[in-house]
């Protein structure tokens, strides 16, 4: 069935670095992607998002790149502050649209001061 | 513009009981989503509504859960005869386009 998984379930960066966090799917007809930021006792926040005819989309500090090829996403965080400490999750939308989105386990960033 | 709202954040039930969890979505937003978050882990979907319609609820057990979003009023998940096993948080997310989904602060559901 449809998987959408991290390679990292954990992380650890010193401030100021960059943060590399990567994600697998392996449902090809997947189209639109999401990242989302979950501090703790909080409800996932939106970061960025990414349709599969792009490769890549920047927002303020944030970069997500996409490889259709080998069905990879990544959420790049420049110079990691000790606010962006969490857990990020991918999620997959159907290739449809209106479906739920299929969340990986997340990554748990951690941020060294 | 507030956000999604989510009440009570935190619901205590003992086994057996009903969990009532409640969800207002952003304004203008049609489409909401119910998901499930155990420790840990993901989260995962339970049931996606439009307003008075269940869309998809592929993800909701059979029995015991129920789920509505009434023309006025904010959607409803209920859980009925909780058992220690429903233990988790719940989320929702709201969206006006089906793509784009925006999630409350949860509900955090512990059954005695």
């Known amino acids: 069935g449809e998987n959408v998984g991290l390679h990292l379930p954990t992380l650890s960066v010193q401030e100021g670095d960059n943060s590399i966090i990567n994600c697998a799917y392996s449902n090809s007809a997947s189209d639109y992607f999401i990242w989302y930021k979950q501090e703790s006792g909080k409800g996932p926040q939106f970061i960025i998002d990414?349709?599969?005819?792009?490769d890549k989309r920047q927002g303020q500090r944030v970069t997500v790149l996409l490889n259709k090829t080998v069905k990879h996403l990544s959420l790049q965080i420049a110079a990691t502050q000790p606010g962006d400490s969490a857990v990020y999750f991918c999620a997959e939308n159907g290739e449809s649209g209106n479906t739920p989105l299929v969340f990986g386990k997340g990554t748990r960033l951690s941020v060294i001061a | 513009n507030a956000g999604v709202m989510q009440n009570p954040r935190h619901l205590v039930r003992r086994r057996g009981q009903e969990a009532r969890l409640r969800c207002s979505p952003m304004k203008g937003h049609s489409h909401v989503y119910w998901y499930r978050q155990l420790p840990e882990e993901g989260l995962k979907f339970m049931v996606y509504?439009?307003?008075?319609?269940?869309?998809?609820e592929s993800g909701m057990p059979k029995e015991r859960f129920s789920a509505e979003f009434p023309k006025e009023g904010p959607s409803i998940l209920r859980i009925q005869q909780v058992v220690r096993g429903d233990s988790a948080a719940y989320f929702c997310?709201?969206?006006?386009?089906?793509?784009?989904?925006?999630f409350g602060p949860g509900t955090r559901l512990t059954v005695l």
């Open positions: 509504l439009q307003k008075e319609n269940i869309i998809d």
């Open positions: 990414i349709r599969s005819n792009m």
């Open positions: 997310a709201s969206s006006s386009t089906g793509r784009e989904q925006f």
